[in-house]
């Protein structure tokens, strides 16, 4: 399995906390994205990263940022969270070779927001 | 972004062979096919990828064809673990080309295997 890691894998916390979640990539990978997925919508892109410092926006970005000032870590920050962002977000990363589409999946951060 | 239909469950038996298509009619010229599988609380997991024609592979073979408007996932004798989402997506494969890999995901199709 590709050496991926998020933390923390479980968190509870309050409306209108910040919260960060790491991702953590062992493999060198130039690609990071972040998911969050929910019932009846599948994974869906918050962010990605193309590079250190490089990032892009994906379809359900707002509320969140992201950092990568290292190649092996990813940052998702939830400014001020609020509970429609109670949900299960993967990280994934991959290495974006041309006809590539194969994303390497951690194993998930359950958020929940009260 | 190209979107994809695919049915939202399937049901079947051990030792049968399942097929799961997806419609894409707006697929662009250099979007490429992938499929990826995924269990209960993790993340998912790439099956198969293709361009046209029929790839295989270890797991599972890819049917494409021509006018690449569709896709078909192929597995042979499914067993019991088997049972997952499936997901089909259409997007580049490269980012500096142009939609790269911001994939839309969907909500897959249930795949339910018996006994």
């Known amino acids: 399995d590709a050496g991926i890691t998020q933390s923390p894998r479980h968190k509870v916390t309050e409306t209108g906390t910040p919260v960060t979640l790491r991702c953590h990539q062992t493999?060198?990978?130039?690609?990071m994205y972040w998911y969050r997925q929910d019932p009846g919508h599948g994974l869906r892109l918050i962010h990605y990263?193309?590079?250190?410092?490089?990032?892009d926006k994906g379809e359900v970005s707002d509320g969140y940022s992201v950092s990568r000032s290292k190649t092996e870590d990813f940052l998702l920050t939830l400014e001020s969270a609020t509970s429609s962002q109670t949900s299960v977000y993967f990280c994934?990363?991959?290495?974006?070779?041309?006809?590539?589409?194969?994303?390497?999946f951690g194993p998930g951060t359950r958020l929940t927001v009260l | 972004l190209a979107k994809t239909t695919q049915p939202i469950s399937m049901d079947s038996y051990e030792g049968q062979e399942v097929n799961i298509t997806c419609s894409h009619n707006n697929i662009a010229t250099n979007d490429y096919i992938t499929w990826y599988q995924q269990f209960p609380s993790q993340g998912p997991r790439f099956i198969i990828q293709g361009y046209k024609t029929k790839v295989t592979n270890e797991v599972a073979s890819l049917f494409i064809p021509a006018d690449r408007k569709s896709s078909t996932l192929s597995l042979p004798r499914v067993s019991l673990s088997d049972t997952a989402v499936y997901y089909c997506l259409v997007g580049l494969g490269n980012i500096l080309t142009g939609g790269g890999n911001k994939l839309t995901f969907g909500t897959g199709t249930q795949l339910k295997v018996e006994l």
């Open positions: 994934a990363i991959g290495a974006g070779l041309a006809g590539d589409n194969e994303q390497f």
């Open positions: 990263s193309y590079g250190v410092k490089d990032t």
């Open positions: 493999e060198n990978h130039r690609y």
